[in-house]
């Protein structure tokens, strides 16, 4: 199969467009033209096609890498499950992923710390900053260092205390439904009591 015209892409910077006789396009990038020697005229085996497709392909796959990774934070889990879904083995996921490691684009650690200020600040607790530094696939080694930064949860918990009771006489079932409001947000049930004792609630708090 013969190159009839090689030329970069207008849509695309950094594309080549390989036109072959039969009018296939190869959609290569510069990587692929310059690896492959390949120029007007040229003769490719039907074997050399098929390893320039998928070095184009595996080329792009970087690339999207590099975007989603650099577009919004994300674990290394959670990039290497995306390169599976483009097709990627897992042989170039792990080299992926390493190589954006070394460029800093992927980094566990600050990711974690990220998802820790984020839900705190939103007002969650431990457990459920825990779940999320879970979810979104940071490592379990990493979470201690994460979790370190969490402040004392007694000013939040004042806030969100005040919030739900809005000033109202704190009744057995309004504290009910504020306990089990921010014990769904992931605060511990010893510091929930604490809160709504500084509320003014009385007597017994049971979990």
């Known amino acids: 199969m013969v190159i ?3 030329k970069p892409s207008q849509h695309v910077a950094g ?6 006789e039969d009018g296939t396009i190869l959609r290569v990038g510069e990587n692929e033209v310059l690896d492959f020697d390949l120029y007007a005229g040229r003769t490719l085996t039907d074997e050399e096609a098929e390893a320039i497709q998928a070095a184009a392909r595996k080329s792009a796959r970087r ?3 590099l975007a989603y990774a650099g577009g919004k934070p994300t674990s290394r889990r959670d990039l290497a499950r995306k390169l599976a879904q483009w097709g990627a083995d897992e042989a170039e996921q792990q080299a992926v992923c390493d190589r954006l490691e070394e460029l800093g684009v992927l980094n566990d650690e600050q990711y974690g710390a990220l998802v820790v200020r984020h839900y705190a600040a939103k007002g969650y607790g431990a457990k459920k900053i825990r779940d999320e530094l879970y979810r979104r ?3 379990r080694e990493l979470w201690a260092d994460a979790l370190a ?3 004392d949860p007694a000013e939040t ?6 919030a739900r ?3 109202q006489e704190p009744t057995r079932e309004a504290l009910k439904k504020v306990s089990d409001h921010l ?3 992931g605060f511990r049930w010893q510091d929930i009591s604490a809160a709504l004792r500084r509320y003014g609630a009385e007597g017994e708090f049971e979990e």
Do not use: H, I, S, Y
């Open 4 to 6: 009839r015209e090689l």
């Open 15 to 20: 594309r080549w467009l390989a036109v072959l």
């Open 63 to 65: 690339e999207k890498a």
């Open 137 to 139: 696939g940071v490592p």
């Open 149 to 151: 930064q969490l402040d």
């Open 157 to 162: 918990l004042d806030r969100l205390v005040a």
């Open 165 to 167: 009771l809005k000033g």
């Open 183 to 185: 014990a769904r947000r």
